[in-house]
C-alpha cells in the first residue's frame, strides 16, 4: 500500500523569530536556512518582506537551496484598496520567494474587532489576494488565523473562510490555533469536519504551545487529515512557542502509526542530523541547549539507576523507545552514587576506555564517586570533570601545569560607584602557575567584576605553551549550590559551583564540577577541570 505524502513547513525565521529575545541578523537566517534544506523540510518560511530591511534583504534574490521552497509570508490585501496599490501585498508579490502564504481572520469576531470590516469583505480580501499569487504563478497558501476559535463561535463562517481560499486556487488552507487553547481531541473533531469542504491534500495545521499541547494537536490533526505540518525547530516562538518540529519530525519517521502511513522529505539519513540542527540554532541564539528536550537532548537517553544502566547494556530497548542514534544522539550512562559498575563501565566505554567491572580499579573509581557526591560533587551534569577523574584512575592525565598559588582581593572604589550607578566594586586576581618542564613560574594578573571572573582571567592570560588551546575558551555559564547549613548560620556551608565552558572555535561545551567550604576555592577547581579538560582533548604535548 502506498503512503501518502506528508509536508514540513519550517517557520522559525518567521514565527519563530516572535520569541521573546530572538532577533536573527541576515547570515543567521541563511545558515539555518542551508540547515533545514539539509534536513529535508519542504517549505522554509523565510519572513515577511518589505517588514524589515533584513527579510527585504532576504528575498531581494533566492537563495541556492537544494529542496525545500523559499516561502514569503505576508497579509491579504487591505479591504478598499487594490491589490496593485496595496503596498504590503506588493512587496511580498515582487519578491524571490518560490511560494507566498498570506495570513487571513477566520473568526468573525477577529474580523469585526481588529479589521473593522464586514465578513463578506474578508472574503472577497482572501479571494483577490490568492487570485494575485496564483496570477504570478506560485504557490498560494492562507494562514487561517483564529481559525479553531473562529470554527467554535461560528462554524459557518469559518469553514467559508476556508472554502475561499481554496476555491480561489490556494495549493493549501492552513488552519491556525493561534492562542494555543484548543485541546487534542477537538483538533481531531474540527479538521475531521473542515475535511469535509476542502481536501486534506490540502490542508495544513499550525499549533501554538499555549496548553503544552502543540505537538500533539499537529498528531491529532495528521490523523484527522492535514497533509501539511507546520512548526519551528526546537519549537522557536511567541509565548510558549510553536509545535516543535524537532519532536515532530522523528515521531512522523519512527512511530509506526505515521511511519507505516505516511512519507515526508525527510529521510532516515537525514533524521540522523536532527540534533546537530537543534544545537545548530542554540548556536545561533547563543543558548544552552535544552538538556531534557526529546529525542534531541542530552537527557533524552540518559539514565543513572543501577538497574536500568544494567538492562541498557543487555537490551538498549527496555529504557529507549527509538535508538538514539536514529536521531543523532547518544546513549549516556551517568555515572553517581545510585548506579554500579554496570553504570560505571558503561560510561567508561563511552570514554574509550573499556574495562572489566570486576576489575579492582573499577570498584575502587566507584567507591571514590560516592564518597566524593558524599562530599558534595555530581557528576551527573559534570562529565567533563568525570572523565578526567577515570582518566586519572584508569589511565594517565598528563600534569601539564601545576598551580602554586593564587590570590584574590576584593575593592570598592567610591568613584567607580558613582560611575556605575552603584556597582562599585572591582575584583584582582594573582594566579602563580608551573608549566611542565619550564624552570620558571608563570605569574598572571587578571581584573573582573567579581573575584570568579577575575580568577578565570587570570588563569587564561598566559599559560605559556598551552595558551593557543584554550585562547578561543570561554566561561559561559555558572552555576553556585549551598550543599549544608551549619551552626553558622551557612557561612561556614559547603559549596557546589558548576562552571560550563564554551570553544568559539568548535563549538563544543563541557561543564566541570568544584567543591569546597569556599565558593572561590570551589569555583578555581571547576575552572582548573575545565581547562585541563581541554588539553586533554587537544591532546597538548607535555614538556
Known amino acids: ?78 479591504s478598499g484598496r487594490s491589490v496593485s496599490n496595496d503596498p504590503g501585498l506588493q512587496a511580498v508579490l515582487q519578491s524571490s520567494a518560490d511560494s507566498i502564504c498570506l495570513v487571513a481572520k477566520s473568526s468573525d469576531y477577529q474580523v469585526r474587532v481588529a479589521l473593522g470590516i464586514t465578513n463578506e469583505e474578508n472574503l472577497e480580501t482572501i479571494r483577490q489576494s490568492v487570485g494575485a499569487v496564483v496570477e504570478t504563478q506560485r504557490e498560494a497558501m492562507i494562514d487561517c488565523e483564529h481559525f479553531f476559535d473562529g470554527y467554535k463561535s461560528n462554524r459557518d463562517y469559518a469553514l467559508a473562510v476556508a472554502k475561499t481560499a481554496y476555491d480561489a486556487g490556494a495549493r493549501w488552507v492552513v488552519l491556525c490555533d493561534t492562542n494555543g487553547g484548543t485541546l487534542p481531541h477537538e483538533i481531531e473533531r474540527i479538521v475531521a469536519d473542515v475535511a469535509k469542504h476542502v481536501p486534506g491534500a490540502n490542508l495544513g495545521i499550525h499549533t501554538h504551545n499555549d496548553t503544552d499541547n502543540a505537538v500533539a494537536n499537529t498528531l491529532m490533526a495528521i490523523r484527522a487529515g492535514c497533509r501539511q505540518i507546520q512548526g519551528a525547530l ?59 528536550a526529546p529525542y534531541v537532548g542530552e537527557s533524552a537517553f540518559a539514565t543513572k539507576a543501577g538497574i536500568h544502566a544494567s538492562a541498557l547494556m543487555k537490551a538498549p530497548e527496555t529504557y529507549e523507545h527509538v535508538p538514539p542514534e536514529s536521531v543523532g544522539n547518544e546513549r549516556r550512562i551517568l555515572v553517581s552514587k545510585q548506579g554500579g559498575r554496570s553504570s560505571l563501565t558503561s560510561a567508561l566505554e563511552r570514554l574509550g576506555l573499556p574495562s572489566d567491572k570486576d576489575d579492582a580499579r573499577v570498584q575502587a573509581l566507584l567507591d571514590e564517586v560516592k564518597v566524593r557526591e558524599d562530599q558534595g560533587y555530581s557528576y551527573e551534569a559534570a562529565e567533563a570533570s568525570f572523565e578526567l577523574l577515570a582518566r586519572r584512575a584508569l589511565a594517565t592525565v598528563p600534569r601539564y601545569f601545576s598551580v602554586d598559588n593564587f590570590r584574590v582581593t576584593v575593592e570598592r572604589r567610591e568613584e567607580r560607584s558613582r560611575a556605575m550607578n552603584g556597582n562599585g566594586t572591582v575584583s584582582h586576581a594573582v594566579v602563580t602557575v608551573s608549566i611542565a ?3 620558571a613560574p608563570l605569574v598572571s594578573v587578571g581584573e573582573g567584576n567579581g573575584p570568579v571572573n577575575a580568577l578565570d582571567k587570570a588563569l587564561r592570560s598566559d599559560l605559556g605553551r598551552y595558551q593557543k588551546h584554550i585562547e578561543n575558551v570561554e566561561l559561559v555559564d555558572y552555576k553556585v549550590r549551598i550543599l549544608t547549613q551549619t551552626h553558622e548560620g ?54
Open 1 to 78: 500500500m502506498s503512503k501518502e505524502r506528508l509536508y514540513l513547513f519550517d517557520t522559525t525565521l518567521r514565527d519563530g523569530a516572535q520569541t521573546t529575545g530572538v532577533d536573527f541578523s541576515l547570515e543567521d537566517k541563511r545558515r539555518l536556512m542551508r540547515v533545514l534544506d539539509d534536513l529535508g523540510i519542504d517549505y522554509i518560511e523565510g519572513g515577511f518582506p518589505g517588514a524589515n530591511a533584513t527579510d527585504t534583504e532576504l528575498f531581494s534574490s533566492r537563495p541556492n537551496l537544494k529542496s525545500a521552497r523559499f516561502t514569503a509570508f505576508g497579509m491579504t490585501k487591505r
Open 437 to 439: 618542564g619550564d624552570d
Open 234 to 292: 526546537n519549537g522557536l516562538g511567541e509565548r510558549c512557542g510553536n509545535a516543535n518540529l524537532t519532536s515532530i519530525i522523528p515521531t512522523l519517521l519512527l512511530k509506526s502509526e505515521f511511519a507505516d502511513a505516511f512519507t515526508t522529505g525527510v529521510t532516515p539519513d537525514k533524521l540522523r542530523t536532527l540534533t546537530h540542527a537543534s544545537r545548530v540554532l542554540d548556536e545561533v541564539l547563543n543558548e544552552a541547549p535544552n538538556r531534557h
Open 490 to 543: 551557612g557561612t561556614d556551608a559547603v559549596t557546589r559551583v558548576l562552571v560550563e565552558s564554551h570553544d568559539a572555535t568548535t563549538g563544543e561545551r563541557w561543564t566541570t564540577v568544584g567543591v569546597s567550604p569556599n565558593i572561590i576555592d570551589a569555583s578555581f577547581e571547576a575552572l582548573l577541570d575545565s581547562i585541563n579538560y581541554k588539553l586533554l582533548k587537544d591532546e597538548a604535548q607535555v614538556g
